[in-house]
């Protein structure tokens, strides 16, 4: 990216960030109670293959070093310096 900035940590001034993210999918499953009158979610075959299509939304980002913590939400971004 031309003329960008990487976004420092203000806790330790590390450059590496985890993002938090919110994985949302429609699963195809049925529900079935069991003998014991337990509810198990069965999931259909095509389960994985919705999760691969599944969204997300990033609910945060986390400095990446270890003894560090900082986290920042989405809307506090433009709040960090370069």
């Not at 940590?9 to 499953?29: H, R, S, V």
Request: one cysteine or more; a negative charge.
């Amino acid at each position: 990216m031309p003329n960008s900035t990487e976004i420092k940590c203000p806790n330790c001034a590390g450059i590496e960030w985890k993002a938090i993210e919110q994985f949302t999918a429609l699963t195809p499953c049925r529900l079935e109670r069991s003998e014991d009158g337990e509810v198990v979610t069965d999931f259909d075959m095509r389960a994985e293959f919705q999760r691969d299509a599944s969204t997300s939304v990033t609910t945060g980002y986390i400095c990446a070093e270890e003894t560090c913590g900082y986290m920042v939400e989405p809307h506090e971004l433009h709040k960090l310096g370069g």
